[in-house]
């Protein structure tokens, strides 16, 4: 069992899906944690039956990121969004939107979060990557690229922060059970010229071996282990949990 009693946690976009599971697992064991969301009311819902704090934030604002304070000891980098376009349709500003979110935000948030992580001697760093980390999909370049980008922003920092007691991992998992996946099923089908109710067979489980789609509570699982002392020596990794869309 992973102990996290006396750590402060920041899982961002953690009021729903992945972030919710992980700030769920963090809090039972022990862990004060910080609801970072762009929905206000439901981070504070969250806080306060966990008994943690909550954050409104628009990750995408990343000017007022730059001067934040985050003295935290687990830092899950987790928040995100999905477009589903063709490159030649794909709009730059979405485009540039999603890498805000999803590269500059979490390098701002470790940047502030290292230093006090440094003084303590101890810090985990979570990024929550996705298989499209490793693999490319046709028609998410936005992503594709972002999630690139994350894992080499990981490894940077499992690099410098290995002296330190701090350490950086990706965890990749494939199509998740959440409200971002379901949002993306109307696009794929247009796309793909399937019907809607053929999208997760035909589209989102092909390249897996397990015909499933990943739980949240399965990633949080891996995030509370990384967060804690058994994982000191794990650093600079990229966790697959993809049903084996990654071993092709």
């Not at 499209?132 to 499992?158: C, D, M, N, Q």
Request: glycine letters at 12%.
């Amino acid at each position: 069992m992973t102990d996290l009693t006396g750590r402060r946690a920041l899982v961002t976009g953690g009021a729903s899906g992945i972030g919710l599971a992980c700030a769920e697992a963090f809090a039972a064991a022990g862990a004060r944690v910080t609801i970072a969301d762009l929905n206000g009311d439901a981070a504070r819902a969250v806080a306060q039956r966990l008994g943690g704090d909550a954050w409104e934030v628009d990750l995408s604002k990343t000017g007022e990121l730059a001067g934040a304070a985050v003295d935290v000891d687990i830092l899950v980098n987790n928040a995100g969004i999905q477009h589903v376009r063709p490159i030649p349709e794909f709009e730059p500003e979405t485009f540039a939107l999603m890498l805000r979110i999803m590269v500059e935000a979490p390098f701002l948030l470790i940047r502030a979060a290292l230093p006090g992580m440094y003084e303590r001697g101890f810090g985990r760093i979570v990024n929550i990557s996705s298989v499209h980390g490793l693999r490319a999909s046709e028609f998410k370049s936005a992503y594709v690229t972002a999630k690139h980008a994350l894992e080499g922003l990981s490894k940077t920092t499992a690099l410098e922060g290995g002296a330190h007691g701090v350490t950086s991992n990706c965890i990749n998992p494939g199509y998740v059970r959440t409200p971002l996946v379901e949002k993306q099923i109307a696009d794929q089908a247009r796309l793909h010229g399937i019907p809607e109710d053929e999208v997760v067979e035909k589209v989102m489980l092909t390249e897996a071996s397990i015909k499933r789609l990943v739980e949240p509570t399965e990633v949080a699982g891996l995030a509370l282990w990384l967060a804690g002392d058994d994982a000191g020596m794990v650093t600079g990794a990229s966790y697959t949990m993809d049903g084996g869309w990654s071993a092709r």
